[in-house]
Each structure stands twice: as C-alpha cells, then as structure tokens.
C-alpha cells in the first residue's frame, strides 16, 4: 500500500464545465475527508465520510459540489458549472478509527485551474 | 468555533541552526489535538508531531519538539539541526477529540509559514 492516491493531479478546464476528482484512500482506513487550499491558506474542510455515509458538509461546499463515497472505497468530488473561484488544491485524506489516533493521511491533492 | 492562528508568513534559517513556528489557537474545548503538518513544494502534507491537550509534556519526535502552553492556547514547534530538507510550509492545526460515531474529526489549519533553510 502506497498511500493516498488522488487523480488526477493536474485538471484545467473552462468556466461552465463540470469536473470530477477521484481519491483512493489507505486501504481499510473507514474514513475520508476532502478540503480545498488556495493560495497562501491552509487547506479548508469540505466534507467527511465515514465508511459510505457523508456525515458532514462545510458551509464551502456549495450545491455546484457534489461528492461520493460509494461502497466505502474510493470517493469522488464532482463540481458542475465550475468557476473561477473554485481554482484550487483539493486534498483527500483518509484515516483508520484506533489507529494513531484517527490520525489523517494526506494524498498529493488534485489542483484544479478553471479558465 | 475554533480558530487557528500563524502569524510568520516565512521564516528563514541557516543549516544546524534552531528556529522556532508560532502558532495560537481558540477553542472553548477541554480535550483536543493539535498537529504541525510539513507541505513541501509539490508534495504531499505530512504530519511532524502530535500534542494531546491532556498531556502536559511535550511532545518531542527527533530534532522537532513543541512548546505547549494550553492556558495560553499556544503551541510552538522548534526545528533542531535544521535541513535543507526541512524547507517546507509548515501548517498549524486542530482537531476536537476523537469524536466516536459519527462525529467529524476535521482539521482546522492556520495559514501556513514558508519555512525556508540557508545552506
């Protein structure tokens, strides 16, 4: 196991247009978190699941943003009708109840340029 | 709601030198965790070290230790033997206790300090 995994790790696309955002986290770890860094800030809460439920929606995460965790693997950020404000690093982590105190483990992040 | 507070932009450091990251936070909790995570350049974020609120030492893992004082709701980390490796963003950040459940264990980060190493 290598870790977290976040594909793809490059995405630029135009203002209007939907994109999708894939995270494979830790193998067994029950559960994921997106956040979302701009610029010169720390990354910032959008969601959680634990196992396939979403317990938790940020405030950030407006109804453009949609995210899936089915099965309790892997889990998708979908964004419709982008735009520029939504440029930034999405970053997935995933964490293990028990295990290290639920400590989180970060993927690469996925930055997205919306033109 | 809890707040989380870097107030050095960046910070510089000569290699084998010691240099330490301020880092304040809010919180109207008893019981919670607070972590510094390494970003370096296009890499993913790390964790460096872990304080349980509950605990009155300090943790300490190898050349990096924190200075935890709760009732000031500060929490510093100190590089020792500093590394051109170490050159990185350094994030603050905090999380409630362990919530069971349902209940979220997010991270509310600071905004990060450019940490960069003088050869």
């Known amino acids: 196991d290598t870790g977290v995994s976040q594909n793809p790790r490059h995405k630029i696309t135009k203002r209007g247009q939907n994109v999708t955002f894939r995270c494979d986290p830790i193998s067994e770890h029950n559960r994921l978190y997106w956040y979302r860094q701009t610029l010169g800030q720390g990354p910032e809460f959008l969601t959680y699941f634990q196992n396939e439920a979403q317990l938790e929606k940020s405030r950030l995460l407006s109804d453009r943003f949609s995210a899936e965790r089915p099965k309790g693997s892997f889990s998708t950020l979908e964004i419709q009708r982008t735009e520029q404000g939504d440029s930034a690093m999405y970053l997935c982590?995933?964490?293990?109840?028990?295990?290290?105190?639920?400590?989180?483990?970060f993927g690469p992040g996925t930055r997205l340029t919306v033109l | 709601a809890q707040t989380v507070t870097q107030s050095q932009p960046e910070m510089s450091v000569q290699e084998a030198e010691t240099v330490t990251l301020s880092c304040t936070y809010d919180t109207s909790e008893s019981d919670y965790y607070l972590f510094w995570y390494k970003q370096p350049p296009s890499r993913q974020m790390i964790l460096v070290i872990r304080?349980?609120?509950?605990?009155?030492q300090n943790a300490t893992e190898n050349r990096f230790s924190v200075n935890f004082q709760k009732a000031a709701k500060s929490f510093s980390l100190k590089i020792s033997d500093s590394q051109l490796g170490d050159a990185a963003m350094y994030f603050c950040?905090?999380?409630?206790?362990?919530?069971?459940?349902?209940?979220?264990?997010?991270?509310?980060f600071g905004t990060g300090t450019l940490l960069a190493v003088q050869p």
């Open positions: 304080q349980e609120a509950y605990k009155q």
């Open positions: 950040a905090y999380r409630r206790e362990m919530g069971y459940g349902g209940a979220t264990n997010k991270l509310i």
């Open positions: 982590a995933s964490s293990l109840v028990g295990l290290a105190g639920d400590e989180q483990f």
